[in-house]
């Protein structure tokens, strides 16, 4: 049976160790296979034994993408390209499965291992707006570090190309770049689901009712507010926003009940 190899990334202080802890955890519980579980940080503090800690080193873009941004008023750190260097891990086989750490793991990951072999997989963006550019979504990416290396690669070269096609959105550049060679094919729609649009139940009744968990999800996304930890327990805000406690995100958030 193949490995399950899946990496995060995990910088700056806006989520800490439990958060990549949690991650593996809830990955282990939705795989059948031997796991390798890489979190590539600046501070490897208070993580599990048994995730393999890669250094977050500085790429040679990034004084160049750095300039651009600036002048373009972009803030995102564009982290994530530095996971497509070829030999960011020397001795992996098969594919790598990328997640954000503000996600929820609640189904079967080796279905998003085992889609389209050899194709760089994300799910569609939500936003609706066709000359915004975003093509996929990047809370859970599927991809070849060999095969699509030159997402890595064709930064390196061209740092104003490739900034240029992001529009300041490292997921528009990752999507549009694997596009270009080819390799981009979506996750089905609703393998990845947004906890805002697809769980939390429509005004009022949120108020009411708990949000629910899609049949065919294996990852909930939270974008906007509540952020994941927020929906933990329930979340008290404004009327459009406030959720309920639901038992479910507890179960995926920290695991069966007991032990917590």
């Known amino acids: ?29 939705n795989t059948r296979s031997t796991l390798r579980f ?3 940080t600046d501070d ?3 993580l599990d034994p048994g995730i393999e800690v890669i250094a977050l080193e500085r790429q040679p873009y990034q004084d160049r993408m750095a300039n651009l941004m600036q002048k373009s008023g972009w803030a995102a750190p564009f982290q994530k390209v530095g996971l497509h260097r070829p030999d960011l891990i020397p001795d992996i086989e098969g594919p790598l499965v990328f997640f954000d750490l503000d996600v929820l793991v609640v189904g079967d990951v080796d279905r998003l291992r085992d889609f389209a072999p050899g194709k760089l997989c994300m799910r569609r963006t939500w936003d609706n707006d066709p000359n915004s550019g975003h093509l996929g979504h990047g809370s859970v990416v599927k991809f070849e570090p060999r095969k699509h290396g030159y997402v890595w690669q064709d930064m390196v070269d061209d740092v104003d190309g490739a900034m240029a096609l ?7 550049y990752i999507s549009r770049t694997a596009e270009k060679h080819g390799d981009f094919v979506p996750f089905p729609d609703e393998w990845i689901a947004s906890f805002k649009y697809d769980c939390r139940p429509p005004r009022p009744l949120n108020l009411v009712l708990p949000p629910r968990k899609p049949k065919e999800a294996i ?13 933990v327990d329930g979340f008290r805000s404004d009327p459009l926003h406030s959720t309920r406690r639901a038992a479910w995100i507890r179960d995926a958030w920290y695991g069966p009940a007991t032990g917590r």
């Open 219 to 231: 990852v909930i996304c939270f974008h906007g507010r509540p952020k994941m930890r927020e929906a």
């Open 1 to 29: 049976m193949p490995t399950t190899n899946v990496i995060c990334l995990k910088f700056g202080t806006l989520y800490d160790a439990e958060y990549v802890n949690n991650l593996r955890r809830a990955v282990a519980r």
């Open 44 to 46: 490897a503090r208070g």
């Open 166 to 172: 992001s529009r300041g959105h490292d997921q528009i």
């Open 38 to 40: 890489f979190c590539v």
